[in-house]
């Protein structure tokens, strides 16, 4: 049985949790800087091409390709700067935990707006009752199911060997930081899963992501920032807040410092989501 064949049937016999859904454009130039995920997400490239490595290993995907980027994997990935590029994508745990994959899986999709269609129905399933819970689970398994039939892993898999201190603790901050990005004290209480003194831990972090925590959690809140502005019912002030910011004013600073110019910028632009 091949991996992809194993990765389906452990999904299909746990229960999933679309933790997100959605389908957006990336404008050119767009950095997702290193990470470490918290989940497994299946992304669906619609159109244009994009450059994706995942736990050192780069693969550029074209128009009707798809990538499972297995939880715990580190990823980047940067759009050209000759095109923009839409995605589709859902992330989502297992329980019991799914396959623990070492390596991402590709795949060609056979019906882009299929799966497309489907993966748009679950945005409207995650809120609501018991009846929402069971159709997003069955319409996230359908797409993991047609879409990784035919999938290859992305890379030989081997052991990886054990892990050090040092990995252990980055993994936990970057985990994290990522899951309370929002939180104003969010770095405070980051450094405060690692049993690591301050300045060897920001030693090796530096060294494994090639930026500090303060930068990776900056860049952090500022792509999610991003995203929240195009929603019609947030204020700028609103989205300052929701990114763990408590001045505005300095939130805004922060944002033209990152992304060159200010937040007002892409709250009147709306500049991603295709609803």
Known sequence: MSLAHQFIRSCLTARLDVIESRHATFEPGWDQSLERINASRLIVLCDGRLPYEVNGVSHTLTAGQAILVPTKSHRRWVVPDD????????????????LALTTALVAQVRDVPLEVSAIDRMV???????????????????????????????????????????????????????????????????????????????????????????????????????????????????????????????FSRQYRRFWGHPPSRDHLRRWSVED
């Open 124 to 250: 409207g399933l995650q809120h609501g009752g018991v009846a929402n819970q069971l159709r997003l689970d069955a319409e996230a398994k359908a797409v993991l199911t047609r879409v990784l039939v035919h999938a290859s892993p992305l890379a030989e898999v081997h052991d990886a060997g054990p892990r050090t201190r040092g990995d252990r603790s980055v993994a936990r901050v970057t985990t994290f930081l990522n899951e309370h990005f929002h939180e104003p004290e969010a770095l405070n209480h980051a450094m405060q899963q690692t049993d690591l003194s301050v300045s060897h831990f920001r030693k090796v972090f530096r060294e494994q992501l090639g930026l500090s925590p303060q930068a990776f959690l900056t860049r952090r809140r500022m792509q999610a920032a991003r995203i929240m502005l195009r929603d019609d019912m947030l204020s700028i002030k609103q989205v300052a807040a929701n990114t763990g910011y408590l001045d505005p004013l300095y």
């Open 83 to 98: 095109r923009a590029c839409t995605l589709a994508w859902f992330r989502f745990h297992a329980s019991p935990p799914e």
